[in-house]
């Protein structure tokens, strides 16, 4: 028997919901463990075995706190920053295909739609320093801005060459065509471009920017700006903030996993489904934080400088020549 359509949406909404709550909660547990393991230290251990309640301790802790509304802000945009932030992740990952058959809706645009949404996150960390009237949040409403534009550029000169390569715009499509052994993933295919791994690394480096994690955080840098942005945020509001950093990192490296990893694909042409999905997503996780707690945050003028000078002008360099490749040999990413 068929499920109707709007109870399946519902369903998967709700799916979702859950899915990205139990992994902002608990890849704060990784985090902290690993950060721990990275600077010889045990981590969370008091809160539970290995400490896996804590996360749900800092929840409750969250939870109870007040939430308060500073004198003189802007109290509509203050108030709504949080929810704008969260919204992007949660429609984004509505059209990833976990596997063949698990996608909340298969679009054929999919992924002009995480990029089109994914555009109010920036917006809602901007309104929000700028609301809460503090020198400190405005400093990094700026900085929020400034570095999401230099990092936009690179990223989406890469996407727009799998793009070309793949003719479609449908996640699922562009999983299928890296279908069989791993040598067919697009990281791989240097016979049409030659700078493939590059062009991956591109794409990754600007996900950490584009999620604000170090040595990209300008917006929180909480040894210059207090807490950045979420400086007047308290409770919840600071809370909502934290999730929807962790899940701005699922949908960055689900968005990864499709286009480089050949997306629910087995890297040996069998058994491909979920399992591959979930073990190439956790990965890429986990080199976000290895990345976070290896790393110093730097200068903010050398990022800019990083994107400006290196990377927009590599990844326009392998836009042309795929294109090129692809023109003159009819070649396919």
């Known amino acids: 028997m068929s499920v109707p359509e709007p109870i399946r949406l519902i369903l998967f909404v709700a799916g979702l919901m859950g899915f990205v709550g139990f992994n902002a909660a608990y890849l704060v547990w990784v985090e902290r463990k690993g950060a ?19 996360p749900i301790a800092d929840a ?6 007040q939430l308060i509304v500073p ?33 909340a809706r ?42 999401n534009v230099a990092y936009e550029i690179p990223m989406l000169l890469v996407v727009i060459t799998i793009i070309m390569g793949t003719g479609t715009m449908n996640l699922h499509e562009i999983v299928q065509d890296q279908a069989g052994w791993f040598w067919n993933w697009n990281i791989f295919r240097v016979w049409v471009n030659p700078l493939a791994p590059i062009t991956f690394l591109i794409f990754f480096t600007c996900m950490l920017a584009e999620t604000n994690r170090a040595p990209f955080d300008m917006a929180e840098a909480e040894s210059e700006l207090v807490a950045g942005a979420y ?10 903030f934290f999730m929807a950093e962790y899940a701005n990192i699922l949908l960055g490296c689900s968005v990864g996993t499709v286009l ?24 890429l996780v986990f080199s976000v934080v290895w990345i976070r707690w290896t790393f110093p945050r730097t200068q903010f003028y050398g990022l800019l400088n990083l994107s400006w000078k290196i990377l927009i002008p590599v990844s326009l360099f392998t836009f042309i020549l795929s294109s090129a490749i692809i023109k003159l040999l009819g070649h396919r990413l």
């Open 60 to 65: 409750a802790k969250l939870m109870s706190k």
């Open 260 to 283: 480089f990893l050949g997306g629910w694909q087995s890297p040996f042409g069998l058994w491909s489904g979920l399992i591959w999905f979930l073990l190439k997503l956790y990965f």
């Open 71 to 103: 004198a003189g802000v802007d109290r509509t945009l203050f108030r709504a920053a949080p929810l704008m932030v969260m919204a992007p992740a949660m429609i984004g990952l509505a059209v990833v295909p976990f596997s063949e058959s698990l996608a």
């Open 36 to 54: 721990g393991r990275f600077q010889r230290r045990p981590g969370p251990n008091e809160a539970g075995w290995a400490g896996l309640l804590q």
């Open 231 to 240: 400086t007047e945020y308290s409770g919840m509001g600071f809370g909502v």
């Open 106 to 147: 298969n679009i054929n645009v999919g992924l002009l739609m995480i990029f089109a949404f994914g555009s109010i996150n920036v917006m809602a960390v901007m309104l929000g320093g700028w609301a809460s009237r503090n020198k400190y949040a405005i400093i990094s409403a700026a900085r929020v801005v400034s570095q």
